[in-house]
């Protein structure tokens, strides 16, 4: 396992202090879950943005009947 050093704000080690003490784990669990959970999500991200841009790329867009299919089964239907 790899060595870190990183900068803080006070307030945020606090937190992370906090939080280990409640949760009975060291410092250094809670970053690296955080860091994890962080890298994983932003990657979950990226590749859903990059799927939209691969889709948006080859004109892969809802057409006009299934966007008012979509419409009608969530909004309301106006009088």
Request: negative net charge; without cysteine; aromatic residues 2%.
């Amino acid at each position: 396992m790899a060595v870190l050093t990183i900068k803080v704000a006070d307030e945020t080690l606090s937190e992370i202090d906090a939080l280990a003490r409640r949760l009975d784990r060291p410092q250094s669990e809670i970053i690296e879950l955080a860091i994890t959970d962080l890298a994983e999500r932003e990657n979950r991200d990226l590749a859903e943005i990059e799927a939209g841009l691969a889709d948006a790329q080859r004109d892969d867009f809802a057409s006009d009947e299934e966007v008012s299919l979509v419409l009608a089964k969530y909004a309301p239907s106006r009088i």
